[in-house]
């Protein structure tokens, strides 16, 4: 089993953390206390907006931890961290603004068909997402990214990836919804990063166990020592470079359920 001394954990939220249909994470309380209790570091790893994983640190009452927000193009750091010249925060790629304007022109210009986060008000964000109000209007909030959800046929799908390649963008499928950043960003790279400013500050480096259940976690999964791959929604799974049982572990329930039984597995004897 692992050492919590030298834990570290990164997670994902929506679906593996949160219930996707709910937005409840109280099966996964017990070991969160745990967690804190040993001071383990737990690092919210989503495509959420930094605004909402903010907030949902105050929910969870996890603390100012650091945080990877949009699919890694934004890492938040630690209060406690204010000496680190990247301090409060590091915006990996293209800004939002510049990716909104991109994918304007491409769906003016091409006509592909699908609908931004930015396009439609707080109220819609909330009945697809089944967020309250205020939490829909923190996960417009992007600074580095954008969300969508795509309209077009599978054939059109395959186009407008190889486009955005080529534009150093990258199209990548969460849970429920299709998020668009720059190439210089991803989980995996910010997961990197985050533990060697780690090892830096402490002295040692940390054993990370990764919890995800859709294909844009695959990225976290594969940085990691450790995997959980939760039960999850999408139809194409979440495919990792080494799935070996020695290292990964997968869950038979979905959501908070399944981020508990995946953190037993690993650390019921520690």
């Excluded at 909104?100 to 707080?122: M, N």
């Excluded at 990063?193 to 294909?215: C, H, T, V």
């Amino acid at each position: 089993m692992l050492d919590l001394h030298k834990l570290i954990i990164f997670t994902d939220v929506e679906g593996s953390l949160i219930d996707t249909h709910t937005q409840q994470w109280q099966p996964a309380a017990a070991w969160l206390t745990r967690l804190l209790e040993q001071e383990v570091p737990i690092v919210l790893c989503s495509s959420k907006t930094a605004a909402e994983l903010m907030l949902l640190q105050k929910e969870l009452n996890i603390g100012p931890q650091p945080l990877i927000a949009e699919n890694g193009a934004v890492i938040q750091l630690a209060d406690s961290w204010q000496d680190d010249k990247a301090y409060p925060r590091m915006i990996t790629g293209s800004p939002h603004e510049e990716i909104h304007d991109i994918l304007k022109q491409l769906r003016d210009s091409e006509g592909y068909k699908f609908t931004t986060f930015s396009d439609v008000p707080v109220q819609t964000i909330s009945d697809w997402t089944g967020m309250n109000p205020h939490h829909a209007s923190l996960a417009r909030l992007h600074e580095a990214s954008e969300t969508l959800i795509w309209r077009d046929s599978d054939e059109r799908m395959q186009e407008f990836d190889a486009t955005l390649a080529s534009l150093g963008m990258q199209f990548v499928q969460g849970a429920r919804f299709w998020h668009v950043l720059d190439q210089r960003g991803g989980k995996d790279q910010a997961v990197s990063w985050l533990r060697s400013r780690y090892q830096a500050r402490e002295g040692f480096r940390r054993i990370a166990l990764g919890l995800g259940d859709g294909p844009n976690d695959a990225p976290l999964l594969n940085a990691v020592d450790y995997a959980v791959v939760i039960k999850g929604l999408s139809r194409l799974g979440l495919l990792l470079k080494n799935d070996s049982p020695e290292r990964v572990f997968h869950t038979s329930a979905g959501g908070p359920e399944g981020w508990r039984e995946g953190v037993q597995h690993w650390l019921s004897s520690s």
